[in-house]
């Protein structure tokens, strides 16, 4: 009677260590997807912002900043 009780209590104590697992998997599952589209909107706006830059800067008919240059100067 007492082994019975023992694995009952073995295997009640496995399911709630699943259930935190399972729990943190989902908090995870969540959370990503908020997390990329974060990165991805503050990705894109600032690509935005980059271009719009450019723009302006062509309109006046100066040339682009010097980051820009260095980089073609590795090349």
Known sequence: MKIEQKVKQKSMMSTQVLNVKQKSMLST???????????WT?????YQMGMKRNLRE???GSPPKKAANVRNSQR
């Open 42 to 46: 503050k990705m894109t706006t600032l």
């Open 29 to 39: 599952q969540v959370l990503m997807p908020q997390m990329a589209m974060e990165a």
């Open 58 to 60: 062509r309109e006046k």
